[in-house]
């Protein structure tokens, strides 16, 4: 069972970027019919999202994120012993987006870098590796950047994904800190379930070819789309999350020896309103303790959880909290942890 405590580690700042390429959702495409998009827009509580803009890539918007966060913490690069980027929309096949922000980052040679390709749950997953690194003792500092444009990966023609995604990327600077005190994770995965988020095309399966990239009618809906578009199947992602996520969270609590009522804030993967409000009314979550930025920027994968954090709890800076963090989505993959923020610096939200 992979239930993790780690000690005295914590993160001493966050700072988020997003594109200031800002889409109107109700006016995002003329694929559907005004009062189709309308109702849309109110069952995922989406308005607005930020696009990236050609030529930007996550690894741009995360490079951002970092240069505001290590001169505002006024950090020795040299101190920077992991470099951690998480994205399934990096910057080329290879070589790895880490190594390339290390360099552009000007960090050291020993600085060990390397990338971590998962979805939505991977800032929880990519937190538990950074920690457990840092609980070896042979690291001073790690930089978790976390970075998705996933505003490139969906059909503006599938109305089942076209108005829930946008981009956005992190940076974390995780370091020992006794005032962490305790962390606790809890880390999951059903391979079986795969296909219910998923982009057939455009890797070493099925590679890259005039055929995947031909648009066609998919469903008996009229949904268009080709094999390199991602696709989802809504209806059993969300059974999947409202049958998995209330357990992982309550045995972690009962792991960390908690009560639903302990955390002063629960950080839930910004997927769409509608199952969102539906987790928070089944675990019995009060509204004022589950900030959402779903509104603003959309669902942004992985990124969404630290970017709630920076663009919700900015008041909260330097401040004692406990936040349980819960990720979930493709692959299918969710992880949960619980951890103390104090005396984090959570920065002003960054825009290019």
Known sequence: MALLTFDQIGIAGLAACVPSNTIDNLTYTDNFEAAAVAEIVEKTGIRERRFALPGICASDLCFAAAEKLLKELDTDRSTIDLLIFISQTPDYRMP????????????????????INLGCSAFVYG???????MQTGGFRNVLLLDGETRSRVYSPKDRKTAFLFGDGGVAALITRREKAGKSFFSLHSDGSKSDYIKMDAGGYRMPSSPATLEERVVDEYGNIRTDEHGYMNGTDVFNFVLSEIPKDIRQLLEYGGLQISDPDYFV???????????????????????????????????????????????????????????????????????IRLSDCLITELVEI
């Open 268 to 338: 839930f993967h910004q997927a769409n309103s509608f199952m969102n409000d539906y987790l928070i009314k089944k675990m019995k979550v009060p509204v004022e303790k589950a900030p959402s930025c779903l509104a603003q920027f959309g669902n942004t994968s992985s990124v969404s959880i630290p970017l709630t954090i920076v663009s919700r709890l900015q008041q909260t800076n330097y401040a004692d909290k406990q936040l349980l963090l819960s990720g979930f989505g493709v692959g299918m993959s969710w992880a949960s942890c619980i």
């Open 127 to 133: 937190l538990s590796v950074a920690y457990a690194m």
């Open 96 to 115: 790895a987006t880490a190594l390339l922000l290390q360099h552009r980052l000007g960090l050291g040679k020993h600085t060990a870098a390397f990338d």
